[in-house]
């Protein structure tokens, strides 16, 4: 079945230091999304990439999707506190019989320190 | 516009009890999904399901587990029997377009198995 991988599995940093997180898909992927899970909390969703080589961003956040549409990665500029937590990214497959169903990487448990 | 309502947002059983999960979509969504988190680890797809149907239950242990959302009322995650291996968060999302533009999750049900 598909698989999603993702690393690191933990990532610690300063204040202000940037912060990578890496996707790769075992499947062709329809699109990808990433989520950010506080400490306690739910998986909120943050964005989709669609488009083969496609760069999104939001503020201190840039998304990319990889040009073969199976790998994808997220960087945060300059971190900071609230960037804490775990970041998931999760694929839809492309075609296949259960459309619809996501499937998670492992997610990133980002901690800065102060 | 209330988001997806999960209760009850904590629940402790002993061994061998039943464990009963609600999750009521946000309103305008036919997809429901349950995912189960153990802690620091990611998010396993358990089942998705649209109203009366179950479309893909590959994530489902065969025993003791089962999934409904009926035409009317919320979507329920039923466990029979529980083990302490069920103790985890589980969470259930729900989206409009069969998860293209990404899942709304609730903030989950942390199971406790005494």
């Known amino acids: 079945g598909q698989q999603v991988m993702q690393i690191p599995q933990y990532q610690h940093v300063q204040e202000g230091e940037d912060f990578t997180t890496y996707c790769n898909s075992s499947t062709t992927l329809s699109n990808i999304q990433w989520y950010k899970q506080r400490p306690g909390g739910h998986p909120v969703f943050l964005i989709q990439l669609v488009k083969s080589g496609e760069v999104k961003k939001q503020k201190r956040l840039t998304f990319q999707f990889g040009e073969a549409k199976k790998n994808s990665s997220l960087h945060i500029t300059a971190t900071q506190t609230t960037d804490v937590g775990t970041y998931f990214c999760a694929g839809l497959r492309a075609g296949g019989t259960s459309y619809g169903k996501l499937t998670f990487g492992q997610g990133t448990i980002l901690t800065v320190h102060p | 516009n209330a988001g997806v309502m999960q209760n009850p947002r904590h629940l402790v059983r002993r061994r061998g009890q039943e464990a009963r999960l609600r999750c009521s979509p946000m309103k305008g969504h036919s997809h429901v999904y349950w995912y189960r988190q153990l802690p620091e680890e990611g998010l396993k797809f358990m089942v998705y399901l649209q109203k009366e149907n179950i479309i893909d239950e590959s994530g489902m242990p065969k025993e003791r587990f089962s999934a409904e959302f009926p035409k009317e009322g919320p979507s329920i995650l039923r466990i029979q029997q529980v083990v302490r291996g069920d103790s985890a968060a589980y969470f259930c999302?729900?989206?409009?377009?069969?998860?293209?533009?990404?899942?709304?999750f609730g903030s989950g049900t942390r199971l406790t198995v005494v």
């Open positions: 999302a729900s989206s409009q377009d069969g998860g293209v533009y990404g899942y709304t």
